[in-house]
């Protein structure tokens, strides 16, 4: 299981650590390491004295401990970056295995964006004069797209009070903004669409966000959840895993 980690500890033991196990449980003839792929995050929990592998470490590890057989997981949302890296370390060492598999990331194409949807609109309610926005990280790279297919989605498929928005890309704060004026909503519900509802949802959505919406008038509430703590979460990317390991 590779995930980009989180330095905070909360949403670590309800996100990650659940996953974890339920992917153990799942799978109880297989050993089920964790590795993450942020470098930022093992630094700064190696400072508390918590100790994460990175994928790369990961791997010898396992390779020394004479597996042969490797299936790769990522909790990540997007094909970006972080995948790119994984897929990247894995090609470096497919030498020393007979079998690496790499799954998907959780959000790949238009049946995962139909699906998310489903999960979503089902668990969160906009309200009568509300509207909820899903709020992701966002990213530089050709990936950001998916948050604008996931958007097109929800509207197609009937709710029209449920946008996506992004922290670091685009659609951003902004245009947020801009839809609660075309829209004239006063109740506003953010939701993490994050796999680890941390920092940036502590810090920006319930932080920023939050108060800057606060101040111009609109009832604000926000849901403190990760998308890893979700049951119908863990068992896609489970039945991922299976599918993988059965090829």
């Given at each position: 299981?590779?995930?980009?980690?989180?330095?905070?500890?909360?949403?670590?033991?309800?996100?990650?650590?659940?996953?974890?196990?339920?992917?153990?449980?799942?799978?109880?003839?297989?050993?089920?390491?964790?590795?993450?792929?942020?470098?930022?995050?093992?630094?700064?929990?190696?400072?508390?004295?918590?100790?994460?592998?990175?994928?790369?470490?990961?791997?010898?590890?396992?390779?020394?401990?004479?597996?042969?057989?490797?299936?790769?997981?990522?909790?990540?949302?997007?094909?970006?970056?972080?995948?790119?890296?994984?897929?990247?370390?894995?090609?470096?060492?497919?030498?020393?295995?007979?079998?690496?598999?790499?799954?998907?990331?959780?959000?790949?194409?238009?049946?995962?964006?139909?699906?998310?949807?489903?999960?979503?609109?089902?668990?969160?309610?906009?309200?009568?004069n509300g509207i909820v926005f899903l709020v992701g990280h966002g990213t530089e790279g050709p990936a950001n797209a998916i948050y604008s297919e996931l958007d097109y989605v929800l509207q197609d498929m009937g709710?029209?009070?449920?946008?996506?928005?992004?922290?670091?890309?685009?659609?951003?704060?902004?245009?947020?903004?801009?839809?609660?004026?075309?829209?004239?909503?006063?109740?506003?519900?953010?939701?993490?669409?994050?796999?680890?509802?941390?920092?940036?949802?502590?810090?920006?959505?319930?932080?920023?966000?939050?108060?800057?919406?606060?101040?111009?008038?609109?009832?604000?509430?926000?849901?403190?959840?990760?998308?890893?703590?979700?049951?119908?979460?863990?068992?896609?990317?489970?039945?991922?895993?299976?599918?993988?390991?059965?090829?």
């Open positions: 299981m590779v995930h980009y980690g989180t330095a905070n500890d909360t949403s670590r033991a309800r996100n990650l650590d659940v996953l974890n196990k339920k992917v153990a449980e799942a799978f109880p003839g297989y050993k089920v390491v964790e590795a993450y792929s942020s470098n930022m995050v093992i630094e700064a929990l190696a400072k508390r004295g918590i100790q994460k592998d990175h994928i790369r470490e990961s791997l010898q590890k396992l390779r020394q401990q004479g597996y042969t057989d490797v299936t790769i997981q990522t909790s990540d949302l997007l094909d970006g970056v972080m995948t790119a890296l994984i897929d990247d370390v894995a090609r470096e060492m497919r030498s020393d295995f007979d079998t690496i598999r790499i799954g998907r990331p959780l959000l790949w194409g238009l049946d995962d964006c139909r699906w998310i949807t489903k999960v979503l609109t089902t668990r969160i309610s906009a309200g009568s709710h029209k009070n449920y946008h996506v928005v992004t922290i670091e890309g685009y659609p951003n704060f902004d245009n947020a903004v801009k839809i609660l004026k075309e829209e004239d909503h006063k109740q506003v519900t953010l939701y993490p669409l994050l796999m680890v509802a941390g920092n940036h949802a502590v810090k920006d959505i319930n932080g920023n966000w939050r108060q800057e919406l606060t101040e111009m008038g609109y009832q604000v509430q926000v849901i403190q959840e990760g998308l890893g703590s979700i049951k119908e979460v863990q068992d896609h990317l489970i039945s991922q895993i299976r599918k993988l390991i059965n090829q």
